[in-house]
């Protein structure tokens, strides 16, 4: 099991451009999150999709759009990016049958917006 | 959700068991006590959680205080890898609902050899 993939790595964009965000587990989970991290702080929610076809605003949705393609995948994207969205994103995946204890963690994106 | 209060840093040696704190007087009945860690340049793990009593699994043990106000960690040899930020996260789970994750800034546990 490779857990929650994220790709890519790391990312340099200008004000005002796009991407997207990919992620995926191969958990069979039910549920996935979008975070975001900025330097010398915590996590923070962005969106989540707690099954198939739903999604739902986090603590800071602002900027961003989330789609769940199927299970296993849940994209970011940002549609013109701003500097104050440079940060290290995760995604998570948790499951519905051990009762969402547990979220399972990728090893994130390096985002710098110039 | 309730508020948690943890140390800025910590500072432990190599081999020697590690008591990390966590205060939480604001904690409801229905709130489960969760520990998360992150080692540099990753992202976070899943540690240990519960609710009234204490916990043991294969990484830590958690100790809940009989009024729930506080909890401690436990690694009970610490290694140079368990070097992190250890976060104690309170989350009112509901069985078949998603529920976000609060992180607040955490506890830096240095690990000296």
Sequence with gaps: NAGVTQTPKFQVLKTGQSMTLQCAQDMNHNSMYWYRQDPGMGLRLIYYSASEGTTDKGEVPNGYNVSRLNKREFSLRLESAAPSQTSVYFCASSSRTSGHYEQYFGPGTRLTVT | ?113
């Design chain 2, 1 to 113: 959700d309730a508020k948690t209060t943890q140390p800025n840093s910590m500072e432990s040696n190599e081999e020697e068991p590690v008591h990390l704190p966590c205060n939480h007087s604001t904690i409801s009945g229905t709130d489960y006590i969760h520990w998360y860690r992150q080692l540099p340049s990753q992202g976070p793990e899943y540690v240990i959680h519960g609710l009234t009593s204490n916990v043991n699994n294969r990484m830590a043990s958690l100790a809940i205080a009989e009024d729930r106000k506080s909890s401690t960690l436990i690694l009970h040899r610490a290694t140079l890898r368990d070097a992190a930020v250890y976060y104690c996260i309170l989350r009112d789970v509901v069985m078949g609902s998603a529920r976000q994750l609060t992180f607040g800034s955490g506890t830096q546990l240095t690990v000296l050899p």
